[in-house]
């Protein structure tokens, strides 16, 4: 689904739920009741958009091929908290009008499931908005989100009770509860299928002092260069947490294979993995491949780790034979952090169009470019800038300056890709 069409659903989503809401309000003069009905309209729009979150982190692959998961899950947050926000709006209208009406706070048994409600969400939401400020491991912040499964039914137990039965509101949220049934069954239906079908360790490389790369075989697996995986290891009794790595192997091999940095806590103990562990892997997921952009000349900026998808999409042009002129500008901090580098010496001699810029931030002694790829060193190594296609895949703060230099040297953004590094 085009990211267009997508929003065309959301709105047309949002028009259906006001005009909805329009058919159970009775809109007089200006009274205290404006409260109540604006209480319900918050909390309308509130659980759409909570709705759209678990809809968004679903990877359906008829979202995601429009959008790419990690742009999908950069809008599943940004839903989240304006869900937050409007049913946290929809609980103080409420509560203001009550107290105006009546004086006192009801003790029904359904309010109070949906102040429980709006409760979880907040803590989750708080919780995983913060959990790198807050020191919260990956894998807690993984099971915070999972908590929202069970907290989203509450919310619409509490939606029916105060739903008028035979209105549209009504049975938008049939559809609702409907479909998140759904989306639980989809999830759970896709669990047991990569449970039933796991891959074996085959090898474990050291590409660098702290960069491993992990080879799987099993399943024959379809993707482009430049997808992802998600990837859990089953080692010595102990299942981790699915994390997501870049494929760096290209499509033409046998072999899927990963190059993790150690970064953090399941990262550090990727060399600890033996061959013969088991691995379940759901795939392939992300749109950052030069195969779906246009036709042309490429430009791929890397930094760090960040070498993972062009890697994938080197070795598989040059395993096609593919004769297209590329131009690598590729950051790192030091010579100790460069991996595949033989490799990308021996890609250099095969493909007459690849040119490679090796680039050290903190290395005087080093050869060759210094400092950060900036709009300089660009127009030192490409005669024109526009006209060529723009991949960047790096830290945030590196790959929104890249996007920056090179929106200054007047490069289109429809001319830019770039993978959002962490989530």
């Known amino acids: ?66 959008f790419g998961l990690d742009k999908m899950l950069h809008l599943h947050r940004h839903f989240g908290r304006i869900g937050i926000a409007l049913i946290a709006l929809h609980a103080l209208f409420f509560l203001v009008f009550i107290l105006l009406l009546t004086g006192r706070i009801s003790t029904h048994f359904f309010l109070w499931v949906g102040v429980a409600a709006l409760a979880g969400f907040a803590l989750t939401g708080a919780l995983a908005s913060n959990y790198k400020k807050w020191n919260i491991a990956y894998e807690t912040w993984k099971n915070i989100h999972l908590a929202n499964y069970a907290i989203f039914p509450l919310a619409l137990v509490h939606v029916f009770y105060n739903a008028a039965s035979g209105s549209l509101l009504y049975y938008l949220w049939i559809a609702f509860a409907a479909a998140f049934a759904g989306i639980v069954i989809h999830k759970l239906h896709r669990l047991v299928y990569i449970r039933r079908h796991p891959y074996q360790v085959v090898d474990v490389v050291q590409e660098a002092e702290d960069i491993w790369s992990l080879y799987f075989k099993g399943e024959p697996l379809r993707y482009k260069p430049g997808q992802f995986m998600h990837l859990q ?14 494929l760096s192997s290209s499509p033409t091999w046998e072999t899927l294979a990963v190059s993790p940095k150690e970064l953090g806590d399941f990262t550090a103990t990727v060399k600890e993995t033996k061959v013969g562990d088991k691995a379940y892997i759901d795939a392939p997921y992300g749109v950052f491949s030069y195969l779906n952009s246009a036709d042309g000349e490429l430009v791929f900026i890397a930094g760090g780790i960040g070498i993972t998808p062009f890697i994938s999409m080197l070795r598989y042009m040059a395993d096609r034979d593919t004769k297209k002129k590329v131009t690598l500008f590729w950051s790192n901090k030091h010579e100790r952090n460069l991996c ?44 024109e800038l526009p006209g060529r296609e723009y991949f960047i895949c790096g830290p945030p703060a590196m790959s929104k300056a890249v996007m920056a230099e090179l929106q200054e040297l007047k490069v289109p953004v429809s001319q830019i890709r770039r993978e959002i590094f962490e989530l």
Request: aromatic share 12%; no cysteine; hydrophobic share 50%.
């Open 1 to 66: 689904m085009k990211p267009r069409l997508f929003w065309i659903v959301v709105i047309l989503l949002m028009v259906f739920a006001l005009y909805a809401w329009v058919e159970i309000t009775e809109l007089g003069p200006l009274n205290l009741f404006y409260l109540e009905h604006a209480n319900h309209l918050f909390a309308t729009f509130g659980l759409i958009f909570i709705f759209l979150q678990f809809v968004l982190s679903t990877r359906l692959k008829l979202i995601e091929e429009g």
């Open 233 to 246: 290891l089953l080692r010595d009794g102990q299942l981790s947490s699915s994390h997501p790595f870049t």
């Open 340 to 383: 595949f580098q033989e490799e990308l010496q021996q890609l250099e001699q095969e493909m007459e169009g690849l040119e490679t810029v090796l680039v050290m931030s903190r290395q005087e002694d080093w050869e060759g470019e210094k400092g950060r790829i900036d709009g300089d060193l660009l127009k030192k190594y490409l005669k």
